[in-house]
């Protein structure tokens, strides 16, 4: 999290309550990162060279995030943020140092090259149902304890990790990378910064055991268990309920009877949803878009370390303007960064 957004009053409180969340959702990123500076090296080592199945390997998690999503978060609203989070904390650990321990051809091999391989998939594709399950976690218990007045800081917290993951995984790989030379990197010195993710990730997970659920989930548990005798005493209600008319809970979202909630969301919100998921498409176009930059311009002839300085310059960059929208947001609660959004997106694909 940038300074800026630190500084205000409110957010800087919470951090001795967020800092597990906070530390764990930087390794989510930070993952993401090292798999995609590191393209070259998983190549060379598990692919023959093929650039298109490195990078369908990258996409895997992507397209497994959003069923991790959906499951890991029915879990969080029947049993709370706090196990999800240490679910989704425990897969994605697992996935990352897993990564780092696999088998390769020039090692081990033919024979343990191809179960690294097939290793290396499985661990994508766990990565990619655990980190679903984070993000959605996290944002949903920085909104319902974030401070009166700070929100849009609050939640641009998730930002600020990403934006940090990145920009640290850029720059331990450049400083491997110069450390042991393009052969060594390629023998064994990419290992290095997935297994660099235990320890952080550890003592985050010791900090989420210790985490506090939030008031709002509890108030809301125990309203539905309080609701559970009455409706089995009040037929009549049920019936209507069944029948498809509204009752509305405590967390402001209408029950529609045996109408799904994320169903009844998207009939409610649909314009809402659909604008938030374009501008959601954007951002994450923007930095992946970078990821694989690094890869393609060392095709060009760019060093790698040279790559990686200009993507950790262009991560600082970034990070500069969550704070400032972040207090926009929090300050001029009209304001809505989402078209600005929206047309960087529209820019970011033209050029």
């Known amino acids: 999290m940038s300074a800026t957004s630190l500084s205000q009053p409110g957010v800087a409180d919470m951090l001795p309550q967020w800092w597990p969340l906070l530390l764990g959702n930087v390794l989510e990123w930070y993952e993401f990162g090292v798999y995609g500076y590191l393209a070259t090296q998983m190549t060379g080592n598990f692919f023959d060279g093929s650039q298109i199945q490195t990078w369908i390997a990258f996409g895997i998690t992507f397209l497994l995030r959003p069923i991790g999503g959906l499951v890991l978060g029915h879990l969080a609203d029947r049993w709370g943020r706090k196990v999800v989070t240490l679910w989704s904390l425990a897969g994605m650990l697992i996935a990352t140092v897993g990564q780092g321990c696999l088998p390769t051809r020039a090692c081990c091999g033919e024979g343990a090259g191809h179960l690294g391989t097939a290793l290396l998939l499985l661990f994508r594709a766990l990565q990619g149902l655990s980190a679903g399950g984070e993000i959605g976690s996290i944002v949903t218990y920085f909104a319902e304890t974030a401070p009166r007045g700070s929100l ?4 641009a917290a998730v930002a600020s990790c990403g934006i940090l993951a990145f920009l640290l995984s850029s720059g ?8 042991l030379g393009p052969d060594q990197m390629m023998l064994w010195g990419w290992r290095l910064p997935f297994l660099l993710a235990l320890p952080p990730g550890l003592v985050s997970f010791w900090g989420r055991s210790r985490l506090a659920e939030s008031t709002e989930f509890l108030a809301v548990a125990e309203q539905r268990a309080q609701s559970r005798p009455e409706r089995a005493r009040c037929p009549a209600q049920a019936v209507s309920t069944s029948s498809g008319s509204a009752v509305a809970d405590s967390s402001g979202i209408q029950d529609h009877g045996k109408l799904p909630r994320p169903r009844a969301l998207l009939r409610d919100h649909a314009l809402s949803a659909t604008v938030g998921f374009g501008c959601a498409c954007a951002g994450a176009g923007a930095f992946y878009l970078g990821v694989w930059a690094v890869h393609s311009t060392m095709h060009g002839g760019l060093a790698q370390s040279q790559a990686l300085l200009v993507s950790m310059l262009t991560m600082a960059m970034t990070a500069s303007t969550v704070a400032v929208w972040s207090h926009v947001c ?3 609660g009209g304001s809505d960064p989402l078209p600005g959004v929206g047309f960087g ?3 970011l694909a033209i050029g």
């Open 152 to 155: 849009a800081r609050g939640t």
């Open 330 to 332: 929090d300050k001029y």
């Open 345 to 347: 997106g529209v820019c």
């Open 172 to 179: 331990i790989v450049e400083l491997i990378v110069l450390a």
